[in-house]
């Protein structure tokens, strides 16, 4: 009887080889595979954070306050990093109030900032000054991150604007305590506002429109 056969050190060698490259042809299949669910999932993250943060706009904005009801004050500002308005908040079974959000980019993250409330004008002018004057920023709220810049625009008189950036002018008080003087009759203010975000890796800016007021 003869003896069996084994395999020569070339078979084995050729074996090897060929199982080598099997084994990187899966991996790096495997590798692509996993790179494009962790791509897929950041990307999933980045659409609901940004689905949120416009849903959190929109549902400011239906409350922004209406200038007649601020005499004569500004009730919106904007620029390519931040955008503060003033909100009417409704409570159940109490009187309406007035509060200062703010919409900012700071470090590549929109953060969202809300005063306290109030009723009273005076307060409402110092709260607006803490938020155009950046204080306090700190403590908002992380809404979208990878965020390059904002802009936005508002649907007035016909057209598309840039937001008036003045600040808030308060009603001078009458002299010697007599009656409050009559206030001017306001133009009509902004029905729209167009933000655009810019987010890191996305082709073209996001943009969004929204209804200013309570439709």
């Known amino acids: 009887m003869k003896n069996a056969r084994g ?8 074996a090897i080889t060929v199982l080598a490259i099997v084994a990187v042809m899966g991996w790096r299949g495997l590798d692509g595979i996993v ?41 919106i500002l904007a620029d390519n990093t931040r955008l503060v308005f003033i909100r009417t908040v409704l409570a159940e079974n109490a009187a309406s ?5 703010s919409y900012q980019i700071r470090e590549g993250v929109l953060l969202r900032r809300e005063s306290a409330q109030t009723r009273d004008l005076v307060q409402l002018d110092a709260l ?9 920023a700190q403590d908002g709220v992380a809404l979208q991150g990878a965020v390059d810049a904002m802009a936005v625009r508002v649907w007035e008189a016909g057209g598309w604007k840039a937001p008036g950036n003045s600040q808030p002018v308060a009603t001078p008080p009458p002299a010697g305590g007599g009656p409050n003087p009559p206030v ?16 890191q890796g996305q082709p073209a800016p996001l943009i969004k429109v929204f209804l200013l007021g309570a439709v």
């Open 7 to 14: 395999f020569t050190l070339v078979e084995l060698l050729v």
């Open 35 to 75: 790179r494009s669910r962790e791509q897929l999932t950041q990307n999933m993250e980045q659409t609901r954070g940004i689905q949120l943060t416009f849903a959190q706009l929109q549902s400011d904005l239906e409350q922004i306050a209406d200038k007649n009801l601020l005499r004569q004050r500004q009730n």
């Open 97 to 101: 109030q007035l509060q200062v959000v």
């Open 128 to 136: 607006w000054q803490s938020a155009i004057g950046d204080g306090g």
């Open 184 to 199: 001017a009759p306001q133009t009509e203010g902004p029905t729209g506002l167009e933000i655009s975000l810019s987010i």
